[in-house]
């Protein structure tokens, strides 16, 4: 469990620098942040109370999280037989899959941008006015990831230290992402980044 926490936060941590780097707008509101909360680069301690102002970080974070989930299916075995709206009936003890990726992607939920990178979905009226389970990057419920706190907590971190120290930029374009389910969610190909260190 410790190796798999390992592996999804350095993929969420890549994934989130990917976003960055292709959306500076975004990426230049996150390092605004990061200066207020920590005005000196290089070498600094994260506490907790600084990791409670971090909000725009947060929703970055989250957004990312929701365009690619580390684990994009997740199994489930029925209790008891249910009858869904359309009159389906699932019989308990058979093994779903909640597609994750998808869900995150639905645009009943999410708006017609719901492909697009944009940490304005995580704005507090936002996601005050969305289903509660349209987000669910560890999982929901009695059988969610216990490790989902530390998961967020470190990448947070690794965040905040690379991104107050460095710029990070790329040629690849968003449109060209190829994602590819497997345990874990990854990308075809990793866009390379390039970082210039910051003042």
Same mark, same amino acid.
């Given at each position: 469990m410790v190796l798999a926490a390992f592996e999804t936060t350095a993929l969420t941590v890549n994934h989130a620098l990917i976003f960055l780097a292709m959306f500076s707008k975004y990426q230049d509101t996150v390092f605004q942040e990061l200066q207020e909360v920590f005005p000196t680069a290089g070498e600094f301690e994260v506490g907790y109370? +600084?990791?409670?102002k971090l909000v725009y970080l947060d929703r970055v974070l989250n957004e990312t999280?929701?365009?690619?989930?580390?684990i994009p299916l997740v199994p489930r075995q029925v209790k008891d037989d249910i009858r869904l709206s359309n009159g389906v009936l699932v019989p308990k003890g058979l093994v779903i899959g909640i597609d994750i990726f998808n869900v995150h @992607?639905?645009?009943?939920?999410?708006?017609? +941008?719901?492909? @697009?990178?944009n940490p304005d979905h995580f704005l507090p009226d936002n996601v005050r006015e969305r289903h509660p389970y349209a987000f669910i990057p560890f999982s929901k419920g009695k @059988?969610?990831?216990?490790?989902? @706190?530390?998961?967020?907590m470190s990448s947070k971190i690794a965040l905040a230290k690379i991104l107050r120290n460095y710029k990070v930029s790329t040629s690849f374009h968003y449109g060209d992402l190829v994602f590819v389910d497997n345990i874990g969610m990854k990308l075809r190909k990793s866009p390379l980044l390039d970082f210039q260190r910051r003042n």
């Open positions: 109370e +600084d990791m409670q999280l929701r365009l690619i989930p580390p @992607r639905n645009k009943d939920h999410w708006g017609p +941008d719901a492909d @697009r990178f @059988r969610n990831c216990i490790g989902w @706190r530390y998961a967020l």
